[in-house]
């Protein structure tokens, strides 16, 4: 495919007129979403109210009158069609590690006969992290990691909770969360499962898939801005079962009536703690808006489409330079590929230099985010022209390439 065929199905596609609702600069190909979502110039303006007027002149007024205090309720039904989910099983708080550490606990406890997180050795470190530190504290649970592709023989009567992330942060490799999830039903087990690298881009579907627990962050495809709330997913049916180690006033049936005793708040929202943070939760709250114009099978096939034409055009221009680790068939694979060089760090660093903007996972691979609201066609094929000439020409052979940057 080239520029103009890739610009004419471009100008086809229902989606296209999102390009728009986003503020990308006209010298970078972003390819990395995956990590950090764009900003919508209409989020700044939303911050720019809050700050202005809500805080500035509205005070601590605005808790009520601005509507601060139901900001986490608004979120989460926004948040809910792309989760699959009802409203009243998301609790919008908080990072994606502590609300993991809470919904482990909260696992834990509804199969407390049972004493092993089953995870895999691809899933995402920090949450690995998470299971060892929870299994610490409570000094009866054992973290088992597996390879990927050994996890359900490895589900039996010791585990009380399957974690896995639903795309694979390095390879790409999508999860079937629905086998994957009755799987460790079948053993008696819980799926909790981490949805980072899925939400805003693929067609998640919490409740159908029969999950019970579910996390997540919203700066990637739910472009929320960096280090926006995380959430917290808890299906219906344990509800009233669940609970949480960590409590706080917004997790309260009645958080103002300052009653010493905690009474949980029904649903997901015994999950929340804190006050929510206002600033960055607006900026969710008004990034999330475009949405309401796109359902989540079609981000999904947009997303195994421009995945799908990436691949197409590495494996035609570039078959003996690099090797795409993510897998082939659209279904299996999340919005973004992955492809292994030698030199990863230095190639995806001349690419920067370029204004093509993807990031280096260690210690061989360059990841590419295509997210399905924003990035076109027309940028596919020109970003794979560029990785063809720094390839071809060794345009990642220099020195200022050799030093690892810092990238979240």
Wanted: charge should be negative; hydrophobic fraction near 40%.
């Amino acid at each position: 495919m080239d520029r103009r065929s890739a610009a004419a199905l471009d100008a086809e596609d229902p989606l296209h007129h999102l390009r728009g609702r986003f503020a990308l600069p006209d010298d970078v190909l972003y390819l990395d979403g995956n990590s950090l979502g764009a900003l919508q110039p209409c989020v700044a303006e939303r911050l720019k109210g809050v700050v202005e007027a809500e805080w500035g002149r509205g005070l601590i007024r605005s808790w009520n009158d601005a509507g601060w205090v139901e900001m986490p309720r608004r979120v989460a039904e926004r948040l809910a069609p792309l989760l699959g989910a009802e409203p009243e099983e998301i609790a919008v708080t908080d990072s994606t590690s502590a609300n993991l550490f809470k919904a482990l606990a909260a696992a834990h406890r509804l199969r407390a006969d049972r004493r092993v997180i089953l995870t895999d050795d691809a899933n995402f470190p920090t949450d690995v992290y998470v299971a060892h530190g929870l299994a610490e504290l409570t000094g009866d649970l054992e973290v088992k990691v597996v390879p990927t592709d050994e996890v359900e023989r490895h589900l039996d009567e010791d585990v009380a909770v399957l974690l896995l992330t639903h795309v694979d942060y390095r390879s790409g490799r999508r999860h079937d969360a629905a086998a994957q999830t009755a799987a460790a039903h079948a053993a008696g087990a819980l799926a909790v499962w981490d949805l980072s690298h899925s939400v805003g881009a693929l067609d998640v579907r919490l409740d159908d898939w029969g999950a019970d627990l579910a996390v997540g962050c919203t700066y990637k495809y739910c472009n929320g801005g960096p280090g926006s709330p995380g959430f917290l997913y808890i299906a219906t049916r344990w509800h009233e079962q669940a609970s949480t180690p960590v409590r706080g006033w917004f997790g309260h049936a009645r958080p103002f009536a300052f009653d010493l005793g905690y009474q949980p708040a029904p649903g997901a929202e015994r999950f929340l703690d804190g006050s929510p943070p206002v600033l960055s939760m607006a900026a969710l709250e008004t990034a999330l808006e475009v949405f309401e114009e796109v359902d989540t099978a079609t981000l999904d096939a947009r997303a195994g489409e421009l995945t799908g034409l990436f691949i197409e055009l590495v494996d035609a221009h570039l078959g003996n330079e690099v090797e795409v680790v993510t897998p082939r068939e659209a279904g299996e694979r999340g919005a973004q590929v992955s492809l292994r060089h030698e030199h990863a760090g230095e190639l995806s660093r001349a690419l920067v230099t370029r204004g093509v903007i993807g990031d280096h996972r260690p210690p061989d691979l360059v990841r590419f985010g295509f997210a399905p609201l924003y990035v076109t066609r027309v940028e596919v094929v020109e970003a794979v022209e560029h990785l063809t000439d720094v390839l071809e020409h060794r345009g990642w052979d220099r020195p200022e390439f050799r030093t690892e940057q810092v990238v979240p």
